[in-house]
């Protein structure tokens, strides 16, 4: 009896896959919170919030994959737009090993180097895919269309900017206290 040859996938590039088991238990509740500098937390200190995706699955070790970082993305306001600040990294493939998962992927969220003087809720969204696939000229989303037969994983964050608590920032993770 003949054997299929039939792909178990027909698709030319499957997509990246964020393992959510990877990310630590802190990272996962609804909503993060961050609080603005205290009354000891004299410029240049403040609170950073750290978001952090340990693992992203590309079945191809040869593929680069890029992750982009985006705050408040509305197609109705254009400078939020854009890729945020520091907020995009390769992840380069390789062909001198089989390793299929790639990361960490790392983005420091601070809401005043952003322009954010609200103490309101944000979203903050990770978008990853493969460098090739990423279709810049597109605008029905802007720097997140993919071309024709790529697809990017997304995975979001709900952040809380909050009045200070105390005379400083608290320095327990995801929150970290930076002074430059």
Same mark, same amino acid.
């Not at 896959?17 to 609804?30: F, K, T």
């Not at 609080?35 to 593929?63: F, K, M, S, W």
């Given at each position: 009896?003949?054997? #299929?040859?039939?792909?178990?996938? #027909? ?7 964020? @393992? ?34 340990? @693992? ?18 509305? =197609?109705?306001?254009? %400078? ?10 390769? =992840? ?46 597109? #605008? #029905? ?14 995975? %979001?964050? =709900?952040? @809380? ?20």
């Amino acid at each position: 009896m003949p054997q #299929t040859v039939d792909p178990v996938d #027909t698709r030319a590039h499957s997509p990246p896959r964020i @393992q959510v088991a990877s990310i630590p238990l802190y990272l996962l509740g609804p909503k993060l919170s961050i609080y603005r500098p205290g009354a000891n937390d004299t410029p240049p200190c403040h609170c950073v919030l750290e978001l952090r995706i340990p @693992q992203v699955v590309e079945d191809d070790p040869t593929v680069d994959l890029t992750a982009r970082w985006f705050v408040d993305y509305d =197609l109705s306001v254009p %400078r939020s737009l854009s890729v945020a600040p520091g907020g995009q990294a390769v =992840l380069p493939g390789t062909f001198d090993r089989n390793l299929t998962v790639r990361g960490p992927v790392i983005y420091n969220f601070e809401p005043d180097a952003l322009g954010i003087t609200d103490n309101s809720d944000h979203v903050v969204e990770l978008v990853v895919g493969e460098t090739a696939g990423f279709d810049d000229s597109a #605008t #029905t989303l802007p720097f997140r269309t993919m071309r024709t037969g790529y697809e990017s994983a997304v995975y %979001r964050f =709900l952040v @809380q900017i909050n009045p200070p608590i105390g005379p400083t920032c608290p320095n327990e993770l995801p929150l970290r206290r930076t002074c430059q």
